[in-house]
C-alpha cells in the first residue's frame, strides 16, 4: 500500500531528521519549489534538449542503412541481368503475340436494363 | 424580475458566478451548432461519391473549418476556462470575485460577436474552406477572393483578445486575490490548472494575432509575407501558427486535468496523491508546450537535426502527462470508489485520454509522422484528446459541480444512460478512424476509394450514437432545471454521502478538501465578502 506517515518515536524522528533522505524531506516542506519544483524543471528540459542528440544519432545511423537507389543503379546490382535499350523493347513488345485476334464483344445485360439499342 | 433588472443582472454584469452561467449558455449553444456540422460531416463521408454535398468540396471544407473553430473556441475554451473557470477558481481561492469585474464581462461579451462573425464567414459568398490552420497560400487572396477568410480572421482575433483579457484577470486572481493563509501550496489543483492555462494563452496568442494580422495585410494590403512571389515565405505562417497552436492544445486539456483531478479525489474519497507533483507536471508541460511546435510540420521539410530535436522535446512531455496519469491511477488505488456517473466520466477520460497521447507519441516520430501527416491518424489522434479527453472532463465537471452551482440535481439514471451512449459513440466513430489514417485516408477530403467504406460506414454509424447521447444531455440539463429540487438530493449524495464501507469523517454535505464546497448551495453571489480564513 502507499502509506507513508509510519509512526515514529521521537527518538527515531530525530534520527531519521539527520539521514539524508529525512533533510532533503524536511528542506522540501519548506521549500517545495527550491527542492521540488526547480530540479523537476530543470530534468524535464535538459531532457527534451539532450535526448535530440540521441534521436539525431539514431537518425544518422538509419540514414547510413537505409540507401535511395536510381533506377539504373538498382538495376545493376542484378548480375546476370539481359542488356535493355528501351527503343529494342518497345520493338519486342510489338512483335510479341498476334495484334488483332480480338473482337469487340455485348456485354449481357441484367434483366430488366434497357438494351438501349433503338 | 424586470426586464431593466435582466438587462442589468445579465448584460451588465460584474459578477463571475454570473459570468461563468453566460458562458455555460454561450458553450451549450456553439456545441449544439458543432455538433450539427459534425453530423453533415459524417453523412458526407457515409459513403462514396458525395452522398451529402453532392461533389461541393469547398462547402465540404467551410463546414469542417467552421466545425473545428466552433468546438475549439466556442465551446470547449468557453466551457472549460469561462465557465469552471470563472465559478469556481475565486471560490476555491476564497475569493469574492475576480479581480478585474468589468473586464470578466467584457470577455464574455467579445465571444458573442467573434461567434456571429464565424457564422457569417461560413454563409457569405463560398465561405472560409480554409480548414481551421488557415495556412497561406490556402487562405489567400487567390485562393479565396471573398471577405468569407477575413471575416473568419476577424472572428479569431476577437475570440483570441477575450481569451487574452481573462487570462489577465485569471493570472491576477490567483496572484493577488488569494484568502488570508492560502500559500501558494494550499491552492486547490484546478486554481492551478487555470493558472497555467492563462499563462499559455497569454504567451501564445499573441503570436496568432500577429500572424493572421499579416495574413490580413497579405490579402488586403499587398504585402507579401507568406507569398513567394513577393519573397515572403508561406512556412513562417506555419510556424506562427503552431507556435500558437501547440500551448492552445494544452489550453485546451489542462483544465480538464484539474477537473478530473478533484472529481478523481472526490470519487475516491481521499486526497490527490502527490499534488506537489501534479503541479509540477502542469508547469513542465507548459514549458514544453513552447518548445515542440514543429511537430506539426514534420512534411514541410526541416533539416534532419531539427526534426530530431522537436521529435524527442515532444516525447519527452509524455512523462509529465504520464506522471499526472499514474498520480490519478494511484489515488484511486485503495479508496472506496463510488462509480456515479461523474467517476464513469474520470475514468473514461483516464482511459481513452491516455489512448490519444499514445497515438500522439507514434506521431511525435518524425519518420513514422512522414505518412501519417493529414491522414486520418491524425483526426483520430486528436479526437481522442479532445473528444474524449477534454469534453469528458466537461461532463465530469458537470456532473459533479452542477448540483452545488444550481442547487438543482439531476437524474442519475439518465445521466448514467448519457455516459454510455457517449461513450460507445465516440469510440465507434473515432477508433475506426486509426484503421483509415494507417491505409493512408487522407483528412479534409470529401470523397474516398471504395475500399474505405466500411470503416467510414461504422464511423457515421458512431456519431448518430454520439448525437443521441448529446440530445439525452440537453435533456439531462432540461429534466435538471425544470425539475432539480423534486430529484431528491441523490446526485450530491451519490457523490458525497459516506458509503458503507466509507469513512465516516465526511459528514453531511461533505466539506471536501476545497472551500467550494464550504459555502451554501447554490453560492451566494458574494461567497466571500468577509475572506474566508484559512487555518
Ligand atoms: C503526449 C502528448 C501528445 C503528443 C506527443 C502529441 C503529438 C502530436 C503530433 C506529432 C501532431 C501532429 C500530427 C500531424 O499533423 O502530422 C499532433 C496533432 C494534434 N494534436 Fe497532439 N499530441 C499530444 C497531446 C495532445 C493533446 C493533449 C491535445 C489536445 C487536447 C492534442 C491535440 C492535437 C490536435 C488538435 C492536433 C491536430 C492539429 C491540426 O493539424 O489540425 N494533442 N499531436
Ligand atoms: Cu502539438
Keep these: ?118 | 424580475m424586470s426586464l431593466k433588472l435582466n438587462i442589468q443582472r445579465w448584460l451588465f454584469s460584474t459578477n463571475a458566478k454570473d459570468i461563468a452561467v453566460l458562458y455555460f449558455i454561450f458553450a451549450l449553444f456553439s456545441a449544439m451548432i458543432g455538433t450539427g456540422l459534425s453530423a453533415i460531416i459524417r453523412l458526407e463521408l457515409a459513403n462514396t461519391g458525395s452522398p451529402f454535398l453532392h461533389g461541393n468540396t469547398q462547402a465540404f471544407n467551410v463546414v469542417i473549418t467552421a466545425h473545428a473553430i466552433l468546438m475549439i473556441f466556442f465551446f470547449v475554451m468557453p466551457a472549460l476556462v469561462g465557465g469552471f473557470g470563472n465559478y469556481l477558481m475565486p471560490l476555491m481561492l476564497g475569493a469574492s470575485d475576480m479581480a478585474f469585474a468589468r473586464l470578466n464581462n467584457i470577455s464574455f461579451w467579445l465571444l458573442v460577436p467573434s461567434l456571429i462573425l464565424i457564422l457569417t464567414s461560413a454563409l457569405v459568398e463560398a465561405g472560409a474552406g480554409t480548414g481551421w490552420t488557415v495556412y497561406f497560400p490556402l487562405a489567400g487572396i487567390q485562393s479565396h477572393s471573398g471577405p468569407a477568410v477575413d471575416l473568419a480572421i476577424f472572428s479569431l482575433h476577437l475570440s483570441g483578445f477575450s481569451s487574452l483579457l481573462g487570462a489577465i484577470n485569471f493570472i491576477t486572481t490567483f496572484i493577488n486575490m488569494r484568502t488570508i493563509g492560502m500559500k501558494y501550496e494550499n491552492v486547490p489543483l484546478f486554481a492551478w490548472a487555470v493558472l497555467f492555462t492563462a499563462i499559455l494563452l497569454l504567451l501564445s496568442l499573441p503570436v496568432l494575432a500577429a500572424g493572421l494580422t499579416m495574413g490580413i495585410f497579405d490579402r488586403n494590403f499587398n504585402t507579401s509575407f507568406f507569398e513567394y512571389a513577393g519573397g515572403g515565405d508561406a512556412v513562417l505562417y506555419q510556424h506562427l501558427f503552431y507556435w500558437w497552436n501547440h500551448p492552445e492544445v494544452y489550453i485546451l486539456i489542462i483544465p480538464g486535468f484539474g477537473i478530473i483531478s478533484h472529481a478523481v479525489s472526490a470519487i475516491a474519497s481521499k486526497p490527490v496523491f502527490g499534488v506537489q507533483g501534479m503541479i509540477y507536471a502542469m508547469w513542465s508541460i507548459g514549458l514544453l508546450g513552447f518548445c515542440v511546435w514543429s511537430h506539426h510540420m514534420f512534411a514541410v521539410g526541416l533539416d534532419s537535426d531539427t526534426r530530431a530535436y522537436f521529435t524527442s522535446a515532444t516525447m519527452v512531455i509524455a512523462v509529465p502527462t504520464s506522471i499526472k496519469i499514474f498520480s490519478w491511477l494511484a489515488t484511486l488505488y485503495g479508496g472506496t470508489i463510488r462509480l456515479n456517473v461523474t467517476a464513469l466520466f474520470a475514468l473514461g477520460f483516464i482511459f481513452l485520454f491516455t489512448i490519444g497521447g499514445l497515438t500522439g507519441v507514434v506521431l511525435a516520430n518524425s519518420a513514422l509522422d512522414i505518412p501519417f501527416h493529414d491522414s486520418y491518424y491524425v483526426v483520430a489522434h486528436f479526437h481522442y484528446v479532445l473528444s474524449m479527453g477534454a469534453v469528458f472532463s466537461i461532463f465530469c465537471g458537470w456532473y459533479l459541480w452542477s448540483p452545488k452551482i444550481l442547487g438543482l440535481h439531476y437524474n442519475e439514471r439518465l445521466s448514467h444512460i448519457h455516459f454510455w451512449l457517449m461513450f460507445i459513440g465516440v469510440n465507434v466513430t473515432f477508433f475506426p478512424m486509426h484503421f483509415l489514417g494507417l491505409q493512408g485516408m487522407p483528412r479534409r477530403i470529401n470523397d474516398y476509394p471504395d475500399a474505405f467504406i466500411g470503416w467510414n460506414q461504422v464511423a457515421s454509424l458512431g456519431s448518430i450514437i454520439s448525437i443521441v447521447a448529446s440530445i439525452v444531455f440537453i435533456y439531462v440539463v432540461y429534466d435538471q432545471l425544470t425539475n432539480g429540487l423534486h430529484q431528491g438530493n441523490k446526485a450530491l449524495d451519490s457523490q458525497f454521502k459516506p458509503s458503507f464501507m466509507g469513512t465516516n469523517l465526511n459528514v453531511e454535505g461533505y466539506t471536501g478538501p476545497t472551500l467550494e464546497w464550504t459555502v451554501s448551495t447554490p453560492p451566494s453571489l458574494h461567497a466571500f465578502n468577509t475572506p474566508a480564513v484559512l487555518y
Design chain 1, 1 to 118: 500500500m502507499l502509506e507513508q506517515n509510519k509512526f515514529k518515536t521521537k527518538k527515531q524522528q530525530q534520527a531519521w531528521n539527520k539521514t539524508l533522505a529525512g533533510r532533503y524531506y524536511n528542506a522540501m516542506v519548506k521549500r517545495p519549489f527550491l527542492f521540488f519544483g526547480l530540479p523537476f524543471l530543470t530534468t524535464i528540459y535538459a531532457a527534451s534538449v539532450y535526448f535530440a542528440e540521441f534521436t539525431a544519432y539514431r537518425y544518422e545511423i538509419q540514414d547510413g542503412k537505409v540507401k535511395a537507389l536510381s533506377e539504373e543503379e538498382a538495376l545493376k546490382l542484378d548480375k546476370g541481368r539481359r542488356k535493355v535499350d528501351m527503343k529494342e523493347e518497345f520493338y519486342r513488345l510489338q512483335q510479341l503475340g498476334k495484334q488483332d485476334d480480338w473482337e469487340q464483344v455485348r456485354v449481357p445485360r441484367m434483366k430488366g436494363e434497357s438494351d438501349n439499342v433503338f
